[in-house]
């Protein structure tokens, strides 16, 4: 089968996929979604999918009968920190583990359409392996011994694709592993799966002609989020509870907050992303903006794990562009703790959801005697059109290429919005480094309280200024992509789900700021969006640490996560 013949088998997957029938799980077409579906056991195939009415799938795992009571147990009952300790006890194997998460993840990819490979076979396998070595040295392999871990399509596993959803990257199976890939063998985990990401990677929801569209189980209207939306979906099913993923512009931290995560963008240098496919030419990101690879979880001190599991093993032997800092080097907050907050980024004001969330967790940390210090930053506001300056130096020229070798079209939200330009001169680079380094430098003056001069450890502020939206609607990256191009690490925390009363609510006062906002307000106009969409949606916050100091940015969320449960700023007493 030709390539284009490819796209067109794919193609119709997608729509019929969207139509609620089971032709991508029955098809034997070898398009990537295709074959994606025949990995799939067929004892682990739903007897049918559920009706196009029912928009949150999160119970049909529980009510599937695929998994047995103690598989249930294994994948809703426990994170990743704990499930380690539980096959550290032996109190579960490693190959159990990873049956249940592997039959978990299956369900997912059939209400969700979540993976794009599958080695489930592999997985378990390696979970055997693990078992025997136990049982022989009496030693685990690592910190992550046995536990599941999905990853973003993007990352190289040797023997299976990494197309990122293009056509003339499918059938060629990696011959190596990307680095992060051997550091978490290495420590003991578990590999089983890789997700589903935008094509072009350059679109905040995750859909592409080779396997379709990622949809969110909480609410299949509700945008899945980008570029990492198939880890967000997969995670949300509770079919993985480690995931990784990458972030140049809000990638992790945006299918965090659509699928109700915790999420962590570390600064550029602290985790390993050579042998990470990405359709641009080798190199660029030395010119441009860096990437960053970063976990997703569905408990805080999972992302901490991760972090720590990979500082540890010392990545800056086997990776120039690490920097070194094991983890107890990567900062901490103070014993007295301030807080700043920035409100808006002076391009897209936020919406009422979005503003209230930010408020509520300002006085809970006020009412719990934490020290809340109002930031006024300026040069916000000239970050989000400086990184995607940053982010376009090559014209988009290698991506549309790629595209062309197969004739394959740019999805339709693609479509009105990326076209092929020309590259950035060298003196419009050197030009737009320097205001670059001019607004760092700037920036660093929101790290002290301007009234005072104490040393602020963290900053919240919106991860967008609307709540998570409906399919193809996300409208701004300023608040995300602004800490790509300062290299602070930053993360989402989930604080409480969109209420009723969270409808309530006008425009702020005053014409729209731009272009951005006036968008942004149709996300709220009850002329072009009906706002009941966002009950059922959870509600977050972003969290923001200096440079270079992940452990600070953990220990910040950790406290805000104890202030927002209810517990005492006591608990400070353990860091």
Same mark, same amino acid.
């Given at each position: 089968?030709?390539c ?9 997957l997608?729509?019929s996929?969207?139509?609620g %029938? ?8 070898p ?5 994606t ?12 999918? @559920?009706p196009?009415? &029912?928009l949150?799938?999160r119970?049909?795992?529980r %009510?599937?009968?695929i998994?047995?009571?103690k598989?249930?147990?294994? /994948?809703?009952?426990?994170?990743a920190?704990?499930?380690?300790e539980k096959i550290?006890?032996? /109190?579960? $194997? ?13 369900i997912a990819?059939?209400?969700?359409n979540?993976l $794009?490979?599958?080695?489930f076979?592999?997985?378990?396998e390696? +979970?055997?392996y693990l078992?025997?070595?136990y049982k ?7 910190p ?8 973003k399509? /993007?990352?190289?596993v040797?023997g ?5 959803g293009i +056509?003339?990257?499918?059938d060629?199976p990696?011959?190596?592993n990307a680095?992060l890939v051997d550091i ?10 890789? %997700?589903?990401?935008?094509? %072009?990677l ?14 969110n189980?909480?609410d299949?209207?509700? $945008?899945?989020?980008g570029?990492t939306?198939?880890?967000g979906?997969l ?5 993985s509870i480690l995931?990784v993923?990458?972030?140049?512009g809000?990638s ?5 907050m659509c699928?109700? &995560?915790?999420g ?5 240098g602290?985790? @390993?992303i ?12 030395n ?9 997703l ?6 992302l901490?794990?991760f972090l ?7 990545p ?16 901490s907050?103070?014993?007295k703790p301030?807080i700043g907050?920035?409100k808006?980024?002076g391009v897209t ?7 209230n969330?930010l408020?509520?967790?300002v006085?809970?940390l006020r009412h719990?005697?934490v020290?809340?210090?109002e ?11 400086? +990184?995607?300056?940053?982010?376009g130096?090559?014209?988009?020229n ?7 070798k ?6 339709k939200?693609?479509?009105t919005? &990326?076209r ?14 320097a205001q ?16 005072t ?8 502020l919106p991860?967008?200024p609307?709540?998570?939206p409906p399919i193809?609607?996300w409208?701004?990256?300023g608040?995300t992509?602004t800490?790509?191009l300062l290299?602070?690490p930053?993360?989402t925390l ?5 209420k ?6 006008g425009?702020p006062?005053g014409?729209p700021l731009g ?9 709220w106009?009850?002329n072009t969006?009906?706002r ?7 509600l ?17 969320m ?6 927002l449960?209810?517990s005492?700023?006591?608990?400070q007493?353990?860091?």
């Amino acid at each position: 089968m030709s390539c284009q013949e490819k796209l067109s088998a794919a193609a119709e997957l997608h729509i019929s996929y969207h139509h609620g %029938t089971r032709s991508f799980i029955q098809s034997n077409c070898p398009s990537e979604a295709g074959r994606t579906a025949i990995r799939i056991p067929k004892e682990w195939l739903l007897p049918s999918l @559920p009706p196009p009415s &029912l928009l949150d799938v999160r119970s049909i795992p529980r %009510t599937s009968g695929i998994l047995n009571s103690k598989e249930l147990d294994i /994948t809703e009952s426990y994170d990743a920190t704990a499930l380690a300790e539980k096959i550290r006890s032996r /109190t579960l $194997t490693a190959e159990a583990v990873a049956v249940a998460f592997c039959k978990r993840a299956a369900i997912a990819q059939q209400v969700c359409n979540c993976l $794009t490979e599958i080695f489930f076979s592999d997985a378990i396998e390696r +979970a055997k392996y693990l078992d025997n070595e136990y049982k022989r040295t009496g030693k685990t392999l690592g910190p992550l011994h046995g536990v599941p871990v999905s990853l973003k399509d /993007t990352f190289k596993v040797k023997g299976y694709d990494a197309s990122i959803g293009i +056509a003339s990257l499918a059938d060629n199976p990696s011959t190596e592993n990307a680095l992060l890939v051997d550091i978490l063998l290495e420590q003991g985990a578990v590999i089983y799966c890789k %997700t589903g990401i935008p094509q %072009t990677l350059m679109a905040l929801d995750s859909d592409n002609n080779l396997f379709g569209r990622v949809l969110n189980p909480r609410d299949k209207r509700i $945008t899945a989020g980008g570029s990492t939306g198939g880890e967000g979906a997969l995670l949300a099913m509770r079919g993985s509870i480690l995931g990784v993923g990458t972030d140049i512009g809000g990638s992790i931290r945006i299918p965090a907050m659509c699928n109700g &995560l915790y999420g962590i963008k570390p600064s550029a240098g602290r985790v @390993p992303i050579v042998g990470n496919e990405t359709g641009s030419k080798e190199g660029i990101s030395n010119i441009g903006l860096h990437a960053s690879a970063g976990p997703l979880a569905n408990s805080l001190r999972d992302l901490e794990l991760f972090l720590r599991v990979i500082s540890d093993s010392k990545p800056w032997e086997r990776d120039p562009a690490i920097e070194y800092g094991l983890w107890e080097e990567q900062g901490s907050i103070q014993k007295k703790p301030v807080i700043g907050v920035i409100k808006r980024d002076g391009v897209t004001e936020p919406l009422p959801p979005v503003s209230n969330v930010l408020s509520e967790t300002v006085n809970s940390l006020r009412h719990s005697g934490v020290e809340v210090v109002e930031i006024e930053a300026p040069e916000f506001k000239k970050c989000q059109s400086l +990184a995607n300056k940053l982010f376009g130096i090559d014209g988009g020229n290698n991506m549309f290429d790629l595209l062309e070798k197969t004739a394959e079209p740019l999805t339709k939200w693609l479509s009105t919005r &990326l076209r092929r330009g020309k590259q950035m001169p060298l003196d419009k680079l050197v030009e737009y480094h320097a205001q670059r380094t001019k607004v760092q430098t700037e920036m660093l003056k929101i790290w002290k309280d301007p009234k005072t001069g104490r040393k602020i450890d963290a900053i919240i502020l919106p991860v967008a200024p609307h709540p998570a939206p409906p399919i193809d609607r996300w409208n701004s990256v300023g608040y995300t992509n602004t800490f790509v191009l300062l290299d602070y690490p930053a993360g989402t925390l989930p604080v409480r789900d969109f209420k009723n009363s969270d409808l309530i609510g006008g425009f702020p006062s005053g014409e729209p700021l731009g272009s951005w906002d006036k968008a942004n307000q149709e996300l709220w106009d009850e002329n072009t969006i009906d706002r009941k969409v966002y009950i059922n949606t959870k509600l977050s916050i972003q969290v923001v640490a200096p440079r270079l100091q992940e452990r600070t940015l953990c220990q910040a969320m950790e406290l805000i996560k104890d202030v927002l449960d209810g517990s005492k700023v006591s608990n400070q007493a353990k860091l």
